[in-house]
């Protein structure tokens, strides 16, 4: 495998099931995000992960539970959704340094989920 | 704070045409500047990204952007547009900030015309 994979690819849930999404990269970054990206909407940034260490949460609700138990891994849990989750998501992954410079992010395919 | 407008969420060009999609951007400090290509059911893919070495940035597919400080644009041209263009566009800006993220765009929708 190369680049950022996530899957499943697609996936259908009710509203009171409970899963996870699961996101790999594979290009020795230490950094590691999740976007929302939803229909006549900009992409959202929902969680940064940077050295394993969540550095930002940008006021999601709590039935999305982010992971990163290593600095190639990323879960994103799932509970109790509504339907307006229903969303592309995507992961992406960066290599962060000290210095100031352009930290371009490298994207998965992303997951598209349906909330039923 | 950082911003980033792209004007048009649609533009439509003929095959073979030239391929103009503008961004504007909004920086505290000297930015850096970063277009993506979304094809359909696929995540973001960096087409091209301007760090300050050179105003004339070239990209994968035959795309390149230039940077422009006094008009703050960054807009993204093709000469020539080929079917396989067809694609949302993302313009996004970062400040490179360690702990900076990176500020995207709306997208622009490009459609190709045969």
């Known amino acids: 495998e190369t680049g950022v994979t996530q899957t499943p690819r697609h996936l259908v849930m009710g509203m009171t099931n409970k899963k996870s999404l699961k996101c790999e990269q594979h290009?020795?970054?230490?950094?590691m995000y999740w976007y929302k990206q939803s229909a006549k909407k900009p992409l959202e940034l929902m969680f940064v992960?940077?050295?394993?260490?969540?550095?930002e949460n940008n006021s999601v609700p709590s039935r999305f539970s982010p992971e990163c138990p290593n600095s190639s891994h990323l879960f994103l849990h799932l509970h109790t959704l509504q339907p307006e989750d229903s969303a592309l998501y995507l992961c992406?992954?960066?290599?962060?340094?000290?210095?100031?410079?352009?930290?371009?992010?490298?994207f998965g395919p992303g997951t598209r989920l349906t909330v039923t | 704070a950082q911003s980033v407008t792209q004007l048009g969420s649609h533009v439509s060009v003929s095959e073979g045409a030239l391929v103009l999609l503008r961004c504007n951007y909004s920086?505290?400090?000297?930015?850096?500047l970063f277009w993506y290509v979304q094809y359909p059911n696929q995540g973001l893919q960096l087409l091209l990204k301007?760090?300050?070495?050179?105003?004339l940035v070239k990209g994968i597919n035959g795309f390149e952007a230039e940077f422009k400080k006094s008009e703050t644009s960054f807009h993204l041209t093709k000469p020539s547009a080929h079917m396989s263009d067809a694609a949302e566009y993302f313009c996004?800006?970062?400040?490179?900030?360690?702990?900076?993220?990176?500020?995207f765009g709306k997208g622009t929708r490009l459609h190709i015309l045969p």
């Open positions: 290009l020795g970054h230490n950094a």
């Open positions: 301007y760090t300050s070495a050179a105003t």
């Open positions: 920086s505290s400090v000297p930015p850096y």
């Open positions: 992960y940077s050295l394993e260490e969540r550095v």
């Open positions: 996004a800006v970062s400040e490179g900030n360690r702990d900076d993220k990176i500020i």
């Open positions: 992406a992954s960066s290599q962060r340094s000290f210095r100031q410079g352009a930290y371009e992010q490298y």
